[in-house]
């Protein structure tokens, strides 16, 4: 297979991922053209792998944790930070539902909202969540916990 090749079949499944990861289609484009850069000058290396698409996902997964420590996005960010509040109830309730839900999404730490969309969105085990993010499976376990719990109180407050 060849990097072209793998672009063509792969670049919409890892936009929807990063959009799932950042709550932002531009943010997400940006995350995605960085992580397919590094793919591509490390190509050797991902299609020797077991799974290349874990590879890449485990990139873009990182590139996600870091965005703020310094990166790339740090120094090129020339909007400011989505609203995490609710957009007003204008809209039709699923509309209104699905903002809302953003913007808990949008509190959690990065690494927790990783973990909550490699599990739901990409239906990973938690063997594979704990291969992307290069750590024990009892802490992706504890992770989506953590993230599950601070979830439900946000709900039983509201």
Not at 1 to 11: P, Q, V
Not at 146 to 154: K, P, Q, S, V
């Amino acid at each position: 297979m060849t990097y072209e090749e793998f672009a063509d079949s792969r670049l919409d499944a890892l936009l929807r991922y990063a959009v799932m990861l950042t709550g932002d289609p531009h943010t997400a484009q940006d995350l995605v053209q960085e992580t397919m850069v590094r793919v591509q000058l490390s190509w050797r290396r991902v299609v020797a792998s077991d799974s290349p698409d874990g590879y890449v996902r485990k990139i873009l997964t990182n590139q996600f944790i870091d965005l703020r420590r310094g990166s790339w996005l740090r120094r090129v960010l020339l909007r400011a930070e989505p609203d995490p509040v609710a957009a007003p109830s204008d809209h039709a309730q699923e509309s209104a539902e699905r903002d809302r839900i953003w913007g808990m999404l949008s509190r959690l730490p990065r690494r927790q909202r990783a973990v909550l969309v490699l599990r739901y969105y990409e239906d990973l085990p938690d063997q594979e969540i704990a291969d992307v993010l290069g750590c024990a499976v009892g802490t992706v376990r504890s992770s989506i916990s953590r993230a599950l719990a601070t979830l439900r109180a946000e709900l039983v407050e509201a």
